[in-house]
């Protein structure tokens, strides 16, 4: 017999009429980090999604460390379990100083729409491919730094994580709020150290005190309390330790489980805005994934020409060459059978793109010798422009094996370049598409006003000219005030 497969399968909940939906819970958890926070998390999707819905809940957040790795798959068993995702990412900044054992600022952060999602996900991947001195990103590691999150805030609720050291903390909080105006909570957990209430009563001062709301969570790491001794486990892993050896480096008890809405109510009971202010931004962060799609550069055309237009003109032009003796009924029918399938998913530009990187290659001095394969030799059109070499008219194949309407999603078109002049086709496409992008930045700044709109205040009132320039001054990076005041300790 075979051997039991070491991984597990993969297990995603199907909305199948066992899963009710839930009344609106009075709290959503927004501190929960799976086990794509890798060496962090214990538990997975699918653990929290079956362990949620009896608990009473009906959205339920996620945030994992520096990625979106694990939103698809939480998205996917908590629609299965009749839940809504709040899709969101916990930032653990680089503003760190090693030499006084301090470690950087950490945020949750939740995109309220699909533009803001886009800017934390360009935010994330810069972090992953450049360090803070430009050069290409270590393996694992994210640097982001409380100036990049200043850029890239639009449009996301930022929740504070306080240190553990409230002084510290106190200190900074100033600086973090005059940075990031966007920033609207401080996070708070009980710890069960003793001192909760007397914590959590600073914090919500401290909130108070800047413009700020408490918000409460249980800083989840795990489904159940069963899964404390594997949260001990992977963090022995992650500090390359063992369990007799890690001491405080494990959590001090198996209090980080996902816990009920009623229970976290009767924890916050003197704090009841910190439960109010979770299920508020859960209903501010109205984002999806089922909102994403393929989205194509927009491109001009020639005589003012539709994509899908200049498509038809192309293949039409290529049949003219393929066929010079005349274009057989067998090829006009399956172009305009195809072409209305193009036109009804709306991926006319994808086809054009294939089209102009083939060209490309062909026009080199020597051509890069290319052949599309797969599937794409039962479309006429690939043919036509040149993507395949299969002539239809000498073949029966099925159209719909390449492209069908109920997939819901462009086809693969897999094309083969020689191996040695491969970087200078990757080469290309990454030039045109910089090039592109610059043009289009330069239409937008054309369009806007020379002058800059007046600066808004915290809740949205016109900001204070300065007395002497008649301009509200700038606030200096966190960066460079947090490195003068850890220098002047």
């Given at each position: 017999m075979p051997d039991p497969s070491l991984t597990p399968d993969k297990h995603v909940i199907v909305r199948d009429g066992s899963h009710a939906p839930n009344p609106r819970s009075a709290f959503v958890e927004l501190g929960l980090t799976s086990c794509f926070s890798f060496l962090r998390g214990a538990s997975d999707a699918g653990e929290y999604a079956e362990a949620a819905h009896p608990l009473g809940y009906d959205a339920l957040g996620i945030t994992d460390r520096n990625t979106m790795a694990g939103v698809v798959r939480m998205h996917l068993n908590l629609k299965g379990a009749c839940l809504r995702p709040v899709i969101g990412c916990r930032l653990d900044l680089a503003e760190a100083c090693p030499e006084q054992g301090r470690r950087g600022l950490s945020f949750l952060a939740y995109p309220t729409d699909r533009a803001a999602y886009g800017r934390l996900c360009t935010l994330l991947s810069r972090g992953k491919m450049q360090d803070q001195h430009g050069a290409w990103q270590a393996k694992d590691e994210c640097t982001i730094s409380a100036d990049d999150l200043a850029r890239h805030a639009q449009g996301l609720i930022l929740i504070l994580i306080p240190d553990d050291d409230l002084d510290i903390f106190a200190a900074k909080l100033p600086l973090v709020v005059r940075q990031l105006p966007s920033l609207s909570h401080i996070a708070a957990s009980h710890l069960y150290r003793g001192d909760d209430r007397a914590r959590i009563n600073r914090l919500d001062a401290l909130a108070k005190a800047h413009g700020l709301t408490l918000l409460a969570t249980n800083d989840v790491h795990y489904h159940e309390r069963a899964r404390r001794p594997l949260q001990d486990v992977v963090t022995c892993i992650r500090e390359g330790t063992t369990i007799a050896k890690a001491g405080y480096l494990l959590a001090a008890n198996a209090e980080r489980?996902?816990?009920?809405?009623?229970?976290?109510?009767?924890?916050?009971?003197?704090?009841?805005?910190?439960?109010?202010?979770?299920?508020?931004?859960?209903?501010?962060?109205?984002?999806?994934?089922?909102?994403?799609?393929?989205?194509?550069?927009?491109?001009e055309y020639p005589e003012g020409r539709s994509a899908q237009e200049h498509l038809e003109a192309?293949?039409?032009?290529?049949?003219?060459?393929?066929?010079?003796?005349?274009?057989?009924?067998?090829?006009?029918?399956?172009?305009v059978k195809e072409f209305a399938i193009i036109a009804q998913m709306d991926i006319a530009r994808y086809f054009l793109t294939v089209r102009?990187?083939?060209?490309?290659?062909?026009?080199?001095?020597?051509?890069?010798?290319?052949?599309?394969?797969?599937?794409?030799?039962?479309?006429?059109?690939?043919?036509?422009?040149?993507?395949?070499?299969?002539?239809?008219?000498e073949t029966d194949l099925?159209?719909?094996?390449?492209?069908?309407?109920?997939?819901?999603?462009?086809?693969?078109?897999?094309?083969?370049?020689?191996?040695?002049?491969?970087?200078?086709?990757?080469?290309?496409?990454?030039?045109?598409?910089?090039?592109?992008?610059?043009?289009?930045?330069?239409?937008?700044?054309?369009?806007?006003?020379?002058?800059?709109?007046?600066?808004?205040?915290?809740?949205?009132?016109?900001?204070?000219?300065?007395?002497?320039?008649?301009?509200?001054?700038?606030?200096?990076?966190?960066?460079?005030?947090?490195n003068s005041s850890a220098s002047s300790r």
């Open positions: 489980h996902l816990k009920s809405p009623a229970e976290m109510v009767r924890l916050f009971a003197a704090w009841p805005h910190a439960i109010t202010a979770s299920r508020e931004i859960a209903d501010a962060c109205r984002f999806s994934l089922d909102e994403l799609k393929y989205e194509y550069p927009d491109e192309l293949a039409h032009e290529g049949a003219a060459r393929r066929y010079p003796d005349g274009i057989p009924d067998k090829v006009r029918d399956n172009l102009e990187i083939v060209a490309f290659a062909e026009t080199r001095t020597p051509p890069i010798l290319c052949q599309g394969r797969g599937s794409a030799a039962n479309s006429t059109v690939c043919y036509c422009l040149r993507i395949t070499a299969v002539d239809p008219t099925l159209f719909e094996r390449f492209i069908s309407p109920e997939r819901s999603e462009p086809p693969d078109i897999d094309i083969d370049f020689e191996h040695e002049r491969r970087e200078d086709i990757i080469r290309r496409s990454s030039t045109t598409a910089r090039a592109r992008r610059s043009a289009r930045s330069a239409r937008s700044w054309a369009c806007r006003r020379t002058s800059p709109p007046p600066s808004r205040g915290r809740s949205g009132e016109a900001g204070v000219p300065s007395s002497k320039t008649g301009a509200s001054p700038k606030p200096a990076s966190i960066s460079a005030i947090l």
